[in-house]
């Protein structure tokens, strides 16, 4: 069982940043693709982005690209979701995950893996 571990959420005005980081112990992060989703109140969980395992690939889901930049560094077995420019519309919880398949993907169900979420709230 890997157990994912995400912090930096928080209550931010619009406009502003943040940081958010998902942790996997272990040589489970380097033959991870890690993905982030986030899940808006009352709505179903969505794709936002996702890197390959050795960080060369990255995907976005439209209405985050250009504001938010996902990353990985392998030797804090870490990644993380650089959101900038922050809407209100942005605020749900946000997941991590892991997909040890070959290609990194924007389907939740490929992804075997998750963390507990963290919320960020934008406010206006």
């Known amino acids: 069982q890997v157990r994912l571990v995400e912090s930096g959420g928080g209550l931010v005005q619009a406009g502003d940043s943040l940081r958010l980081s998902c942790f996997v112990p272990?040589?489970?992060?380097?033959?991870?693709?890690i993905g982030w989703f986030r899940r808006v109140f009352g709505k179903e969980r969505e794709f936002v982005a996702t890197?390959?395992?050795?960080?060369?690939?990255?995907d976005y889901a439209n209405f985050v690209r250009g504001r938010f930049t996902i990353s990985r560094e392998h030797r804090a077995n870490t990644a993380y979701l650089q959101m900038d420019n922050l809407k209100p519309e942005d605020t749900a919880v946000y997941y991590c995950?892991?997909?040890?398949?070959?290609?990194?993907?924007?389907?939740?169900?490929?992804?075997?893996?998750w963390g507990q979420g963290t919320q960020v709230t934008v406010s206006s």
């Open positions: 995950a892991a997909n040890v398949r070959l290609h990194i993907s924007r389907t939740d169900s490929d992804y075997d893996y």
């Open positions: 890197i390959s395992r050795d960080g060369s690939t990255t």
């Open positions: 272990g040589y489970d992060f380097m033959r991870s693709h």
